[in-house]
């Protein structure tokens, strides 16, 4: 814990930067929370492809606007694309205060998800890409490692209190909460005056465009190989599944609210302790962390398969438990290899990219959730879970063999330097 606490005291700018990350991030989930209830009861007896266009009004317009975010991100102040991302968001946020006042408005809701998720598409490759800038080299495990915490406690406990906070005074409240957490990002942001950084190799004049960031890639395939950390991961996204979990299976509170609000905090607390537990076998190299992402691959299969045979609540929690640990560490160390690899000048493409990839898994598996859900319907949502399992295996098969590979590459490299 020492380590973090020095951590943001000696970086006042990144410290900064996380406080923003905080505050918006907890009125995200009590948004979240609502959102999905909503949607839910205001589709009655389609839940399932109700759930899953709002699932991919979040995520769909992220992966479509990735190469031109990133593109803006190496072009332009990255700090003021942050502080305007947040100011746009608030006002986007504010305008569900329409949405929610009956089942009539569920098209305005999808709309202005749309929205706000296309300007979240600057703001995430922005974020990671100014991090770098804030802290220095030997820092960026744990300034990574507290983000992704952040993350992860702003879920367990937006999630929960977003739950009761709706039960007890309604949904307005936690809307108006999101709304005004976005303004308060943008003022915190403000300050920062990010470091420039400059590589030997790096050629001022480089091309900035997305094309040169995907040849980069093609020159430095160990590098695009961790751009299937975070998209690998995510060919068993959890979102919808959870969505019917609670309100269909598992009900607790008005509108499944306060069971999803718990099953979302147990997903927080797992990717809470994942990066902490995984740490201590961290040295810092890209090696040992892509030998670390691939026993997180496996723990996923396993967590797909404690979820297809949960027959009770506290069952469910343990799979979601262990899912979160597994996404949270292959996320926070994906980043951070990539934060170690890739030059200053490609990181908001690159970032873009990694984005892509995640935005494109998660929308190949929230279809066939939402599929599934409605052909088979909810009550066979454990044999689903089973099946995203099965899935779940490519991609861990295929890490391991690009693991090996890469290894056996660089292991005469690293005899000739010791000769």
């Known amino acids: 814990m020492n380590r973090y606490l020095d951590l943001l005291r000696q970086n006042p700018g990144f410290t900064r930067l996380w406080l923003s990350q905080v505050i918006s991030m907890m009125g995200d989930w009590f948004n979240t ?16 492809v109700a759930i899953s266009l709002f699932v991919l009004a979040r995520v769909v317009p992220p992966m479509l ?5 990133g593109v803006l991100v190496d072009r332009f102040n990255r700090k003021h694309l942050l502080i305007w991302s947040n100011v746009l968001r608030a006002f986007v946020v504010a305008g569900l205060l329409i949405a929610i006042q009956g089942a009539e408005w569920l098209w305005l809701i999808y709309v202005l998800t749309i929205v706000q998720f296309t300007i979240s598409s600057v703001f995430e490759p922005g974020q990671s890409a100014l991090i770098p800038s804030l802290v220095d080299p030997q820092d960026l495990i744990p300034a990574n490692t507290l983000v992704n915490i952040t993350w992860s406690s702003m879920l367990a406990l937006g999630a929960v209190i ?3 906070v709706a039960t007890l005074f309604g949904t307005n409240i936690a809307i108006i909460f999101d709304a ?3 303004v308060l990002a943008a003022w915190l942001i403000l300050p920062l005056s990010p470091r420039p950084i400059e590589k030997p190799h790096e050629d001022h004049q480089h091309d900035t465009s997305f094309q040169e960031g995907v040849r980069y890639l ?9 751009l299937l950390g975070k998209a690998g991961i995510s ?3 959890v979102d919808t599944l959870l969505a019917i979990y609670a309100t269909q299976v598992f009900v607790f509170g008005e509108g499944g609210q306060f069971g999803l609000g718990i099953m979302y905090s147990v997903f927080g607390l797992g990717a809470i302790v994942g990066p902490l537990i995984f740490n201590r076998f961290n040295d810092g190299s890209i ?16 967590a797909w398969l404690t979820l297809s045979s949960a027959f009770t609540f ?20 994906s980043t951070i290899a990539l934060q170690k690899s890739v030059p200053n000048a490609y990181l908001g493409r690159v970032f873009s990219l990694d984005m892509a990839g995640f935005y494109l898994a998660t929308v190949i598996s929230t279809l066939a959730h939402g599929y599934f859900i409605d052909v088979v319907g909810s009550d066979s949502v454990r044999l689903i879970a089973l099946g995203t399992g099965v899935v779940a295996l490519a991609p861990a098969i295929l890490w391991a063999v690009l693991v090996r590979r890469f290894e056996q590459q660089e292991q005469p490299l690293a005899n000739s330097v010791d000769v």
């Open 65 to 69: 606007i990735s190469p031109i975010a």
């Open 314 to 333: 506290v069952l469910l929690c343990i799979g979601l438990f262990i899912r979160a640990i597994c996404g949270s560490v292959t996320w926070t160390y």
């Open 287 to 302: 090696k040992v962390m892509r030998r670390l992402m691939l026993v997180a691959f496996v723990g996923t299969v396993i």
């Open 162 to 164: 977003g739950g009761v």
């Open 218 to 226: 093609r020159r430095n395939p160990q590098t695009a190989m961790l």
């Open 33 to 48: 929370v609502v959102m999905f209830a909503l949607v839910a009861a205001y589709s009655p007896g389609r839940e399932g």
């Open 180 to 182: 005004l957490s976005f």
């Open 235 to 237: 060919l068993g996204n």
